[in-house]
């Protein structure tokens, strides 16, 4: 017996009928990301360029201020520095948000994981300069190495370059001193994180790391690479800009500020006296000094420079500089948490006996 066939009438098949998805929105492509790319470089270039002059007309022409004056040289330093550090910090975050799109902190784990302690400490060192990193992330940071079989030299290794040796820290140098000053940070700091993560794995402290650590169960196991375009890096770049800056501009101010008061107004003979080359306690006392302040690569830079200006020893000044940026009193107290007092203070007082090393060094040599 055949089954007759029933058909539906025209105006019932159109209303039953399920419309077609739509194509999603096509993304911009690489011609248009790279052309907005180059707008955007010649914009920055253009308002870099302007800073300069710019700033000395509002200050000794629009307010105006009497140039060689103490007030006058402070507001020119101010408005000099306040946009040229932003800019530059801008223009080298957002490169650096491109690069980090290409290492998540699951892939930073995975790539320590199982290396011996020699070759581990310096990829460590060296991964620490890429990777995100924060003071309130040390103890996830720690959790995830140990958890993976990361020994525990390679990740204090990690931990010291992460926060010393980063993207802000070497742009700033680089803007306000040159290549060879960068180059010579960029170098110590690696050396410091390096030999002092090595030291440390040589001492085997496992012993002093609190063993809920050792105890967790949470597997790290696994992850996936994230699958982006150039304009997906591009706009994480715009994010990392977004979100560093975003936090770091009120140290930037503080900071440059500090800086245009010892400018304008320290005499440089004081700072000769007290930082200078001469003064063989001015090391350690720079390094002791910049062990409970607590500040970020934006925020010390500036007054960096001013302090070099005014006559302070290089070497004096970046082992202030590593203090404050590498063993911050904030870090110590959140790695309390998954860190006994007797690793703290070993991890203190070798990274500090770097620091103490550069400073001398670069003081005789320089």
Known sequence: MTLPVLEIPKGERACCAQPAPRPAPAGPTPARTVALLVLGLAAW?????????????????????????????SVAFFLYDTPKVLLLLALIVFAVGIVRSFFTAERTRAILAGKRESVGNVLAALLGIVTPFCSCSAVPLFIGFVEVGVPLGVTLSFLVSAPMVNEVALVLLFGMFGWKVAALYLA????????????????????????????????????????LGLAGRVGKGVEAVRDVVGKVWPYVLAGIAVGAGIHGYVPEGLLVGIMGKSAWWSVPAAVALGVPMYSNAAGIIPIVQALLEKGA???????????????SLPEMVILRKVLRPPLIATFVGVVAAGMLAVGFLFNAVL
């Open 45 to 73: 270039t253009a308002l870099y360029l302007v800073i300069q002059p710019l700033s000395q007309w509002i200050a000794f022409r629009a307010l105006p201020l009497a140039p060689g004056s103490h007030l006058g040289e």
């Open 188 to 227: 110590t700091g690696l050396t410091i994180a390096i030999v002092s993560g090595f030291i440390l794995g040589r001492l085997r402290l496992e012993r002093w790391v609190e063993p809920w650590v050792y105890e967790s169960t949470r597997s790290a196991a696994g992850y996936e690479a994230e699958r």
């Open 313 to 327: 020893a290089l070497g004096t000044v970046l082992a202030f500089m590593m203090a404050v940026i590498a063993l």
